[in-house]
């Protein structure tokens, strides 16, 4: 079992950053593969970032990539997801989600564990 708690969003004007973080419970936070989700109001769940349990490997998706950075601190059991040259349509609820399998990274479905989401919102 794994829980999840989120922290850092709030109201940034654009072309500013935040990180993210995401604190996880329980000993074997190593073993899992950790993700970011976003949501927007109207709007479905979308992939944002994930990192493989050692931190090695990650996947973005292209709305995000060169502007947002996953990492992972195992000894803190912390995720972050650095944030720069946020844009307005960053604004969202931001997720954390923990799975244990690699694949099929973008797809919400697959993760196990979800924090409870922390809002992001850039105004223009």
């Known amino acids: 079992q794994v829980q999840l708690v989120e922290s850092g969003g709030g109201l940034v004007q654009a072309g500013d950053s935040l990180r993210l973080s995401c604190a996880a419970s329980?000993?074997?936070?190593?073993?899992?593969?950790m993700g970011w989700f976003r949501q927007a109001p109207g709007k479905e769940r979308e992939f944002v970032a994930a990192i493989m349990w050692n931190g090695v490997s990650t996947s973005y998706a292209d709305s995000v990539k060169g502007r947002f950075t996953i990492s992972r601190d195992n000894a803190k059991n912390t995720v972050y997801l650095q944030m720069n040259s946020l844009k307005p349509e960053d604004t969202a609820a931001y997720y954390c989600?923990?799975?244990?399998?690699?694949?099929?990274?973008?797809?919400?479905?697959?993760?196990?564990?979800w924090g409870q989401g922390t809002q992001v919102t850039v105004s223009s």
């Open positions: 989600a923990a799975k244990q399998k690699w694949g099929g990274n973008s797809r919400a479905d697959v993760y196990d564990y």
């Open positions: 329980g000993r074997t936070f190593s073993s899992y593969i």
